[in-house]
């Protein structure tokens, strides 16, 4: 049951933002600029450090054998992207997601027992991976309000 809401809220966000997209689409086009150059190099640089850190902190899990600590990790690399994408394109509501997507994890990590599990998957990814994806599907929800109030 909770994955078919999970899934019922997903599709709708995504739905929403598609009907948003298409209508974006449609605007007339702003031509390249050397500011929107610089942010496209900036954003790149952003995801390639992600990437690296990523791949450091899920090797560093895998030879440890710190499993439940992989998608807690991954998760808070994760919001800590968030935080220069804030600044970089002028969204608040980017520092809050990053802000979460730190906070969810670190409290699993904090007050769930490594050894915990929920079936055959471990408490701390459960737990951690479902606190960040309501956490998206608040700051989507605001993100698409203020879609429907700039748009024509």
């Given at each position: 049951?909770?994955?078919?809401?999970a899934?019922?809220?997903?599709?709708?966000?995504?739905?929403?933002?598609?009907?948003?997209?298409?209508?974006?689409?449609?605007?007339?086009?702003?031509?390249?600029?050397?500011?929107?150059?610089?942010?496209?190099?900036?954003?790149?640089?952003?995801?390639?450090?992600?990437?690296?850190?990523?791949?450091?902190?899920?090797?560093?899990?895998?030879?440890?054998?710190?499993?439940?600590?992989?998608?807690?990790?991954?998760?808070?690399?994760?919001?800590?992207?968030?935080?220069?994408?804030?600044?970089?394109?002028?969204?608040?509501?980017?520092?809050?997601?990053?802000?979460?997507?730190?906070?969810?994890?670190?409290?699993?990590?904090?007050?769930?027992?490594?050894?915990?599990?929920?079936?055959?998957?471990?408490?701390?990814?459960?737990?951690?991976?479902?606190?960040?994806?309501?956490?998206?599907w608040?700051?989507?929800v605001?993100?698409?309000?203020?879609?429907?109030?700039?748009?024509?």
């Amino acid at each position: 049951m909770p994955l078919i809401v999970a899934l019922f809220i997903t599709g709708t966000l995504l739905a929403v933002s598609f009907r948003y997209i298409v209508k974006a689409t449609k605007l007339p086009g702003v031509p390249p600029s050397i500011q929107g150059r610089r942010v496209g190099r900036q954003f790149v640089l952003i995801v390639v450090l992600e990437g690296v850190a990523i791949a450091l902190v899920s090797t560093g899990c895998s030879l440890t054998g710190h499993f439940s600590w992989l998608v807690p990790l991954v998760l808070i690399i994760v919001g800590i992207h968030f935080m220069p994408l804030a600044k970089l394109f002028g969204v608040p509501r980017y520092m809050t997601l990053g802000l979460l997507f730190c906070i969810v994890p670190i409290l699993t990590l904090l007050l769930v027992p490594a050894h915990a599990h929920i079936g055959a998957v471990f408490t701390r990814l459960a737990y951690s991976s479902l606190g960040c994806a309501v956490s998206t599907w608040l700051i989507s929800v605001g993100s698409l309000l203020e879609l429907r109030r700039l748009m024509p």
